[in-house]
């Protein structure tokens, strides 16, 4: 146990999306938001395990639920499966490895699936929904109600009444890969 003053070592388990691959190179949305934050936390000497596509480029230790992210997998007959297969992949894996992490933080597409072990397992769980929510998705989130959901916004904060949100933690950016400009012309 860490001391007064001591930072506690977490072992934080992210579950990725798999549509993309997560990586630097990413553009921007939900896979590169993810990326900022493993880096983030491994800076900041967390223990983190990514699960992701294997064609994930990841600072520390990834498990590889499937070889290639869902978009650069060779063409399947029907991509809607070839996702579903692979998220089912997923929360079977985190399932069983659920009980090494002291934290699972929860970022998959559509959000709701890996939640379907948390009655399983006594590992929290803690999801960011990175879209809107719209009363559909939050009844289904109401059926989880030991997981909790970081909202991104203030406003996802209120669509998300009913549901075991907290606070807004707003998406992070790595404010050393842009240039500062004190005279924007647009």
């Known amino acids: 146990m860490a001391g007064l003053g001591e930072r506690m070592k977490l072992k934080i388990a992210i579950l990725a ?9 990413t553009r921007g949305g939900r896979t590169r938001v993810v990326y900022d934050l493993i880096v983030g936390l491994k800076n900041k000497g967390q223990d983190v395990t990514v699960y992701a596509a294997g064609d994930a480029e990841v600072p520390g230790k990834l498990v590889s639920v499937i070889p290639q992210s869902v978009y650069n997998a060779p063409l399947a007959e029907n991509t809607f499966y070839q996702h579903t297969i692979a998220l089912a992949e997923l929360v079977e894996r985190i399932s069983q490895d659920a009980n090494k992490y002291d934290i699972i933080h929860n970022h998959v597409l559509p959000e709701f699936l890996p939640l379907l072990v948390s009655r399983e397992i006594k590992t929290p769980i803690v999801t960011t929904p990175h879209i809107y929510l719209w009363p559909e998705l939050v009844e289904i989130f109401k059926k989880f109600p030991k997981t909790y959901f970081v909202a991104i916004s203030d406003y996802q904060r209120k669509q998300g009444e009913g549901i075991n949100i907290i606070d807004p933690i707003y998406n992070g950016i790595s404010v050393d890969e842009f240039k500062f400009n004190a005279n924007p012309k647009d």
């Open 17 to 25: 999306p798999l549509t993309r691959p997560i990586c630097h190179d």
